[in-house]
């Protein structure tokens, strides 16, 4: 018996343990893969053609790395032929391999999803919110998902399109958690306890996206998870911790994720430039309202029209338009580059001809990532929101770092800049400007809160950066909710119609239960079953003409107190078995949830059929006055999927999540028909 | 109408900024007293009394702050002017200023609780964990206590006893908390809204302690707060955050709180390191054990015998004992020093002699330590226990550093420290083992986890040693587990017998709700009313027999189904004031529950007495088949105080918090009538 409880109780450590450090082998297979793939696109390494460009001039010459000195790597141009003959020639060469290549990877990509796995596409994010908050959608989280999702997620970063890892390395995380905990029967045979190993899965994918532990524990807590209880979180930490090790330990070149956007000065910054952090905090919170409404609406008219029909040519369309426009332009023809560059400092302030050249090209790559991104998200590849998004604010938030530098430097005497310009240091820090401009935009798509913020501190080590990240990130969400509370995840999640009951949103009517449930007046009244007086072959006939999950059990017709709650499902079951394996159940042989079958039963007349077993006798129950702000409470809270409805014991009606989802929409004047299930 | 919806989101905003700003500005006060206070221990500025040592040398010399180079600065032995003469003479004379300053704060303290507040003695954590599980304490978030707390808590501080300011801090915020949700109705009248700025107040408290916002935040919702809706979390962060602000606006010398425990070392550590960082995690785990039962045991001596009836003595002698046996060695005589010393690098390794004083210094330092914390923690003063165990673990981790670089150094050739020792740096860092002891110690005392952790991150601002920190914290908590799951805090809510219901541990027994509701079989039946057939006079005599909260109300004698709940005291109210007020309401006028009163009530007969309006008509109802698991997530998740069980929507009887945490101890094997319930 004690090895059995120790066993329960290290079952579970064991289980993320696996899961964080599969995560962890997997993100450092698909981020080798994808730097190859990338490079693949401008050259190739002749000896060892599977070494990417940084490798293979590595082993060439292992003491000094440099770009140009590497003989092993020939560009495209290069093995064609032209790369001294001509100039133009040789940038031509390369933008048709660069726009080839792409579309040979987006070819791929979109091609695998659509055969083997359907589920791989998108996001993910909000079906794991969707599952973790009860539902369950058979194969989203199996292992051809996790297969096709990884290589699809490496072809797709590949082809240059504008998105990011971190969405889809949550569902392969998910994915290691759902099939790990089938090893664990406390964990597999358990949906609740499973959605614990989720949550922790989903640190992880974080984790190694971002080499963010904490904040990928937090994304969990606040975004992703439903119901969190607290003895997970130290689980979640130590699996996100464990993938990240694992990440670390498979992929020693790979050390650019945990500095991604590291910044290595310590440079302060100055209370004035509060203003333009905030200026940015408005530019990302208007940012996510748009670019919200215009994916939903992209996306909808996606489902309603033709288009939805040639997702292989939307993909091929998209990915095209992105390599042709994205190449010419230093700031967005890498996906490495672009952002490490928007951060770093890289350019000395006071040459001007440079900076109007650098701060068109920003302009250009901003207007195409913006519209860009919006077109994107949603394309039948996987495809993550945080890396563009936080793109598009580092792009933002660089330009006007560049704009207030050359403020401050013209200005130099003036006394709002004096302190800042002092001993001939550069007088404002770009890069510290682009950070919070993602901080900024990723806030506004995504409503998260203090996981961004600590997602931001992890990515860039800027513990110092506390008040002006979180005062973009609380100036981005305020706007932001000013035109719509719902995050790009909530949003897709009522797009596709999941029955998702947010629980951050309030409710605050003052309906009761009685106004809710169903039967309304004017419709026939519920159906139910009796404990002890209905035959099998009435039964029969409620369940062939009703479709319902399940029915009450009441005691009789004329005194309608509840007993119970039985599922469909086991009703069928148990009615067939009892049909084929017991001779006596004939079609009017009398059902009996009660305990005690009577024995005055007719001499000679039919077995009686025992249900007992399959009855929930303890089902949640309210009364009809019940305030349905309790009751909403109480199926967040209980994850519960419906409730019976009594007054003074007797049965009135039921109410399901679905129709507390409609009562919700009606409230807010939504169509509640818009609101579709599938 | 738009204006109160604006008005209503804003309110919580406004109210958790003025609880930042006001516990801020608190702890700037309780800082800027404490050091005075704590300095006048060693002497007096003659020419501005008011000003710490530090300020009085600021302002002679403010240019650079040299401790020796002071005229203005008096030390005790150089104003009884002993100073020259003897050296002897003038360590007695500090030796005896030293106890005696100990001795008058310690006594000032007590007496202040004693005669003002006595609620504003000890840690205040565990009163508060059980405030936010919903039960109500009058008094003790009050202005009062909010006052003497913040004035006691200065003087046990500079008393130089072992302990800290991180609890009490936490009660002071929530006393701010608590006062000004009063400012907004719609908190200060809802006891659930006034528990989500109490939580929001928590994290304030903990971000000031040890400026830590996210430590803070987390610390909230991992260990004080019962139910932390993650709507708060961002209101959490951004009053945590608000604090920390003021502080350090109110308080310019009070830099140390940010850098109590500052590495500004990025030296690497090695793999070879974590053997001696388990090893911490191992001694953390058994400390905390060790350390919780003593205290327990201590206190439920003092509770038990006549050492209850002489608190001031108490604090006096533990006061007494502090003071003589701290004053000689370094590493304990003054509050600050300590910490900082013992985590930043302070010895060259390489000299012998030097390292064996400090290394019997340090043993003395931790031996004395930890016999007195436990005598400590539970006198009547304000006491905070976090610093006390950090310094143990600090004092631990340092001998071990310290015995590493030894190691080390001797063995520099050995192929296990080659690698660390190389290029003539110093091979070990003991800072770096001070601050893993101190998480180590620190996790097996609270049992925290990620908070921890991320409180350890943000103090010392060495995101790089997430490995070191989590394998000591998880070892310590590992450990601690072994011999007992609870923590402090749980175990002093139990020692008081607080009703509390711990939201961490599982509930695995197979028990159903009829195996806990009462009456039990064998006692007399339920107390309850029924809805249109008792006299005022018989409903007046139950409420004289029985002592119960509230009456569950049924149809009738003959058929007992559930109709509602009223409160003992809205039934005493309604009742005495119809009484009053109405003439024809006599003994003998019949009361209704219903909705409807019929008409044929006896001509000339008492007046009916209508009481619908008390009633609540949604009390929440188990089925007396109920698995008590279901039972028990329904109290923690929902909050109930008490539950209704039924059978077929009769009433059979009634569950209770209290009858829940008897039935618990019960499973557990202990004695249920050991839990006091006060």
């Known amino acids: 018996a004690k090895v059995k409880v ?4 290290w079952s579970g450590w064991v ?20 730097s190859w793939m990338s490079d693949l696109k401008e050259g190739i390494c002749l000896e060892q053609f599977w070494f990417n460009r940084e490798q293979c001039c590595w082993a060439v010459n292992d003491t000094t790395f440099d770009q140009n000195a590497c003989s092993q790597w020939y560009s495209w141009s290069h093995l064609f032929g032209v790369s001294e003959s001509s100039v133009f020639g040789s940038y031509m060469i390369k933008y048709i391999m660069y726009v080839l290549w792409a579309m040979v990877f987006a070819t791929l990509a979109v091609m695998l999803v659509r055969v083997f796995a359907p589920y791989a596409c998108g996001s993910g994010i909000p079906e794991i919110k969707t599952i973790l908050s ?9 292992k051809w998902t996790l297969i096709i999702k990884s290589v699809c997620m490496m072809l797709a970063v590949s082809a240059g399109l504008s998105l990011g890892k971190e969405g889809p390395l949550v569902h392969v995380a998910s994915c290691c958690g759902n099939i790990f905990s089938y090893l664990f029967p406390k964990y597999g045979k358990n949906e609740a306890k499973k959605r614990e190993i989720l949550s922790a899965a989903a640190a992880a994918g974080v984790s190694v996206a971002f080499g963010a532990p904490i904040g990928g524990v937090l994304f969990s807590l606040e975004e992703v998870s439903y119901y969190f209880p607290l003895k997970t979180l130290w689980r979640s930490f130590f699996c996100a911790l464990a993938a990240a090790f694992v990440l670390r330990s498979f992929n020693p070149f790979g050390n650019d994720h945990l500095v991604m956007f590291y910044v290595d000065y310590r440079n302060a910054w100055y209370l004035v430039e509060l203003i333009p952090f905030i200026v940015l905090g408005v530019f990302g919170g208007i940012w996510g309202a748009v670019f919200i409404k215009g994916n939903i609406r992209w996306c909808r008219y996606r489902k309603s029209s033709n288009l939805g029909k040639f997702p292989i040519t939307e993909v091929l369309v998209v990915t095209a338009v992105t390599a042709i426009l994205a190449f010419p332009n230093p700031y967005t023809s890498d996906y490495q580059r672009n952002l490490t560059d928007a951060t770093t400092d890289f350019t000395s302030a006071n040459i001007d001809s440079g900076v109007t050249r650098a701060m068109w090209q920003l302009a250009l790559a901003l207007v195409f990532k913006m519209v860009i991104t919006v077109f994107t998200f949603g394309i039948k590849v996987p495809a993550g929101l945080f890396i563009p998004s ?3 604010g580092a792009i933002a938030g660089r330009m006007i770092g560049i704009g207030m530098e050359q403020l401050a430097y013209s200005h130099r005497e003036h006394y709002l800049f004096k302190e800042m310009c002092h001993s001939g240091h550069t007088c404002v820090t770009p890069g510290l400007y682009a950070m919070v401009g993602a901080c900024a935009t990723l806030g506004g798509v995504t409503k998260m809160t203090v996981s961004l913020v600590v997602i931001m501190f992890e990515l860039t080590g800027g513990l110092q950066y506390i008040v002006p990240l979180m005062a973009a990130a609380m100036t981005a969400k305020w706007i932001g909710d000013a035109f719509d509370k719902e995050g790009i995840y909530d949003a897709h999640i009522k797009l596709n119609g999941y029955p998702f009951l947010d629980s951050k949103e309030e409710f605050t009517h003052t309906t009761i239960a009685a106004d809710v449930m169903r039967p309304k007046r004017t419709e026939p009244p519920l159906c139910v079953l009796t ?4 035959t099998v072959e009435q039964i029969e006939a409620i369940m062939r003409e009703t479709d319902h999950n399940g029915f009450p059990v009441i005691v009789s017709a004329e005194s309608q107190y509840l007993v119970g709650f039985v599922l469909r499902r086991d009703l069928s079951i148990a009615i067939s078995s009892a049909r084929t394996n017991h001779d006596g159940i004939v079609s009017n042989s009398v059902v009996y949830f009660t305990n005690h079958v009577p024995v005055n039963t007719v001499v000679g007349g039919p077995e009686p059929l025992k249900l007992r077993k399959i009855l929930d006798m303890a089902p949640v129950t309210i009364t009809d006055q019940t305030p349905m702000e309790t009751v909403v409470e109480m199926f967040r809270k209980l994850g519960l999927r419906q409730t019976l409805v009594t007054h003074n014991g007797r049965l009135l009606g039921i109410i399901t999540k ?9 409230l807010k004047n939504q169509d509640p028909d818009s609101i579709l299930f599938n």
Do not use: E, N, P, W
């Open 15 to 34: 289980c993320v343990l696996l899961v964080g450090c599969a995560t962890g082998a997997f993100a450092a297979v698909i981020d080798v893969g994808t």
């Open 134 to 142: 009860g539902f369950i959608i058979r194969g989203y989280l199996g």
């Open 6 to 9: 120790a066993h329960d109780a």
């Open 531 to 534: 404990q002890d007086s209905m």
């Open 390 to 392: 936080m793109a598009i």
């Open 658 to 666: 679905k129709d507390i989802l409609r009562h919700i929409a009606q």
